[in-house]
């Protein structure tokens, strides 16, 4: 079970950074029956790309921190303190699952701390993530929204919901083991 929720937990750590690094948290959305596109945007935490007829991609980070709306620099923060949380808990639960295989129970207070540091990392992870799919949700069926304007989820936001439920999974684990 330590040894699973250490796979799981680590598959949660890489997905929370890959989702943390991806520019395709928003993406563009085709509407009104036009099939030719020239365009795909992509919206991001740290840059937006446009893709133009698939060929050529441009990335473009964002300027200046103190431009940026509140909820992204939210959404930075917490992904950012997700991604160093889980490694952080990814490092306690080697520890603890080194350590409670040669029979010392003192040190299986690193498998407590593994859990806890995993169950808040999923949560973690899982509040910018659905935020974000809210409101696309919410924006994309808003008549008042022009269409150009209008995203669809993106890759990112599902790596994001992945991530998260191997993280709490692996919390879940650990705090059953130390149980």
Not at 69 to 96: D, H, K, N, Q
Not at 102 to 109: C, H, L, T
Not at 127 to 149: C, E, H, K, M, Q
Request: some cysteine; charged content about 10%.
């Amino acid at each position: 079970l330590q040894i699973t929720g250490l796979l799981l937990g680590g598959m949660g750590m890489v997905g929370a950074l890959a989702a943390t690094a991806m520019p395709q948290w928003r993406v563009s959305a085709y509407l009104d029956g036009n099939i030719v596109v020239f365009e795909t945007i992509w919206e991001g935490l740290w840059m937006d790309c446009i893709s133009h007829l698939g060929i050529r991609l441009q990335c473009k980070f964002y300027d200046s921190l103190l431009a940026l709306p509140p909820p992204l620099e939210a959404f930075r923060a917490l992904m950012c303190v997700a991604v160093v949380l889980s490694v952080l808990s990814f490092l306690a639960a080697i520890v603890g699952v080194k350590y409670s295989q040669r029979g010392k129970q003192a040190m299986s207070i690193f498998i407590l701390v593994a859990g806890v540091a995993f169950l808040l990392t999923g949560t973690l992870v899982l509040i910018p993530v659905s935020w974000t799919g809210a409101a696309i949700v919410r924006d994309f069926y808003d008549p008042a929204v022009p269409v150009p304007l209008k995203r669809e989820l993106g890759a990112a936001l599902y790596v994001g919901w992945g991530s998260s439920a191997l993280l709490l999974a692996a919390g879940a684990m650990y705090c059953h083991c130390w149980c």
